[in-house]
């Protein structure tokens, strides 16, 4: 391509983000001692690593290299992941606890009609599995605030059995 194309900033963008995101999740699923969690946890961070390395290889092939933030991409995401809240508190902080809405952040990806049939099909998947995956951590936040809700009932009932 003789001159740049316009979506090399988006895919940059996806790359470093989904990069830093899947070292987030990566080290959570360490963390946490819910073993359905860190499943799911460690398949997502899977795929977010995978996405970054596929939107890196697409811009090395389109002739480009990807840029590195001067900070971490996921710093926010980090810092709550590493906190003391519950898990069920953290997908929550993060957002991640109603799954994909009506409008999300990939809507307007294919506006630019530029795009090459190769970077469109590589959007598409990756569309397809970050809205699956909203899908699997909305099921954990579920299934972990039902589980945090029966814990505080359990705590309530014990202290006013004691009085």
Same mark, same amino acid.
């Given at each position: 391509?003789?001159?740049?194309?316009? /979506?090399?900033?988006?895919?940059?963008?996806?790359?470093?983000?989904?990069?830093?995101? #899947?070292?987030?999740?990566?080290?959570?699923?360490? #963390?946490?001692?819910?073993?359905?969690?860190?499943?799911?946890?460690?398949?997502? &961070?899977?795929?977010?690593?995978?996405?970054?390395?596929?939107? &890196?290889?697409?811009?090395?092939?389109?002739?480009?290299?990807?840029?590195?933030?001067?900070?971490?991409?996921? &710093?926010?995401?980090?810092?709550?992941?590493?906190?003391?809240?519950?898990?069920?508190?953290?997908?929550? &902080?993060?957002?991640?606890?109603?799954?994909?809405?009506?409008?999300?952040?990939?809507?307007?990806?294919?506006?630019?009609?530029?795009?090459?049939?190769?970077?469109?099909?590589?959007?598409?998947? /990756?569309? #397809?599995?970050?809205?699956?995956?909203?899908?699997?951590?909305?099921?954990? /936040?579920? +299934?972990?605030?039902?589980?945090?809700?029966? #814990?505080?009932? +359990?705590?309530?009932?014990?202290?006013?059995?004691?009085?």
């Amino acid at each position: 391509m003789a001159n740049k194309p316009s /979506y090399i900033g988006l895919l940059n963008e996806i790359s470093v983000a989904e990069t830093a995101a #899947a070292s987030v999740f990566e080290d959570w699923a360490d #963390a946490t001692s819910d073993k359905r969690l860190e499943k799911t946890l460690r398949f997502v &961070a899977m795929r977010e690593g995978e996405h970054g390395i596929a939107f &890196a290889k697409r811009m090395l092939e389109l002739g480009y290299d990807v840029r590195e933030p001067d900070q971490d991409a996921q &710093a926010g995401f980090r810092k709550i992941s590493e906190s003391n809240r519950t898990e069920a508190a953290k997908l929550k &902080a993060m957002k991640l606890h109603k799954g994909p809405t009506d409008i999300d952040v990939f809507d307007g990806m294919f506006i630019d009609k530029t795009l090459d049939p190769v970077t469109g099909g590589l959007l598409g998947r /990756y569309i #397809a599995e970050e809205r699956d995956s909203g899908w699997l951590l909305k099921a954990e /936040y579920d +299934r972990l605030a039902v589980k945090d809700a029966r #814990a505080k009932e +359990r705590a309530k009932a014990k202290a006013t059995a004691k009085n």
